[in-house]
């Protein structure tokens, strides 16, 4: 089989600010600071290099659907971005063969200030469909995306949701050999979701090529017959998809069982830092599982080296199902009661949930730290711990639904005859 995509030693390199990983943008503000505290220092003696990809090799078929697994920040992002033409490698080599069409960022290359009808052209000119070829499938790319009614609205007004449909319906529909997809699929509602999942497979039945970012294990096994797993810029593994999910699993569980303090792949400004995280009840017993409606708190403790820099203070735990997808966020200075603004040198913040909302299951959480008005990320651990939920009486009926669904909420039913 001729291959579409050829990958050899592919490696970039990202030089960095010691404490700025949260983002690679600084605000001019920022820039002007820092310049002025160090005026004399070479820019690059107190910058480090971080390798977003080191040394990634794979071919990919003609005709082939590949999956690219991998946590947050393993590097597929970056990996499409390259493949893109949007970033260049800093060693190594791909080749591509065929006309390349992706769909990375919710709106890129969309003009706010146009309607959807002249973004429908704008984006297409910009994946390289001539004018006449975009005008015959037209109809075919508003038919998919389901946006009639919005189409002499400029995009500015579009939902995130909205915006994604417009943008994939454009992308698949120009035809080309090679297709790059990025979790951004996961904005759309799960209609529009399976609406794209069978586009890509047609698209591979047509004889072209895909690859597809995502951390819906379920979505891989169904469209990709092969998967590569990315860990810290690395291939650690590629072959068939269920044996890559199985090894992503299995890398998942030695990550949460490491202890906390001693984890090495955590991001931050180094002067705070997370020590430890567990699960408990009311009474502050400490929980290896938890029901289905119990009342529990999610625990963190820490230690900073200067509690003035890190205050104003804002922790949350982001809670993800087993495969990797997101199901919530608890955020402290959401719910209107932020965290005092002194902040001790050792402490230990609590997260209390009433009532646990999520179905049985297993789910994992990160533990981030941020601070200031500009949210600067002092600590930041993925995969922290593992929250095992089992069955309780959520509604005190004794009746339960399919585990399939992750969330339980509050609700009432009523029936009314009409008058």
């Not at 590569?228 to 590629?238: F, M, S, Y």
């Not at 929980?287 to 529990?296: D, E, K, T, Y």
Request: contains cysteine; proline residues 5%.
């Amino acid at each position: 089989m001729s291959h579409a995509i050829t990958v050899e030693g592919l490696s970039k390199r990202y030089r960095i600010q010691p404490g700025a990983e949260r983002s690679p943008y600084r605000t001019l503000r920022e820039s002007l600071v820092d310049l002025v505290k160090r005026p004399w220092r070479g820019a690059s003696n107190d910058k480090i290099d971080f390798w977003a990809l080191d040394d990634v090799s794979f071919q990919v078929g003609r005709g082939e659907v590949l999956g690219v697994i991998g946590r947050n920040g393993a590097g597929k992002s970056t990996l499409l971005k390259v493949l893109s033409r949007i970033t260049p490698p800093t060693l190594g080599q791909v080749s591509l063969h065929g006309r390349v069409g992706s769909l990375l960022e919710v709106g890129t290359g969309f003009h706010p200030e146009l309607t959807g009808r002249e973004n429908v052209f704008l984006n297409g000119a910009i994946l390289g469909m001539s004018r006449g070829e975009i005008q015959r499938k037209f109809d075919d790319i508003v038919e998919f995306a389901g946006l009639h009614d919005f189409l002499e609205t400029p995009v500015k007004r579009y939902s995130t949701g909205m915006f994604m449909r417009l943008a994939f319906s454009v992308a698949a529909h120009i035809q080309p050999e090679i297709l790059l997809i990025d979790e951004v699929l996961a904005v759309g509602d799960v209609g529009f979701q399976k609406k794209c999942l069978g586009k890509m497979g047609e698209v591979a039945r047509e004889g072209r090529t895909v690859l597809f970012v995502s951390h819906q294990m379920d979505a891989l096994m169904n469209i990709c017959p092969r998967s590569i797993l990315l860990e810290q810029g690395k291939i650690i593994a590629q072959g068939p998809t269920s044996d890559v999910i199985e090894r992503y699993f299995a890398s998942q569980q030695s990550m949460l069982s490491a202890r906390l303090d001693q984890r090495q792949d955590r991001k931050g400004r180094k002067r705070f830092q997370f020590t430890e995280t567990w699960i408990e009840d009311m009474d502050g017993q400490r929980l290896p599982s938890v029901l289905a409606g119990q009342s529990i708190k999610l625990v963190a403790t820490y230690e900073t080296t200067d509690p003035r820099l890190v205050s104003p203070l804002t922790v949350s735990f982001a809670v993800c199902m087993a495969q990797g997808a997101p199901v919530t966020r608890f955020v402290s200075d959401v719910p209107g009661e932020p965290l005092p603004d002194d902040v001790p040198a050792r402490g230990r913040i609590e997260c209390v949930i009433p009532r646990m909302p999520f179905n049985v299951g297993r789910y994992f959480y990160d533990v981030l730290a941020e601070s200031g008005p500009e949210f600067e990320m002092e600590d930041w651990v993925q995969g922290a711990g593992w929250l095992i939920v089992e069955a309780g009486d959520f509604w005190g009926t004794g009746r339960s639904i399919n585990q399939k669904y992750p969330v339980l909420l509050e609700h009432s039913w009523s029936l009314k005859k009409n008058d």
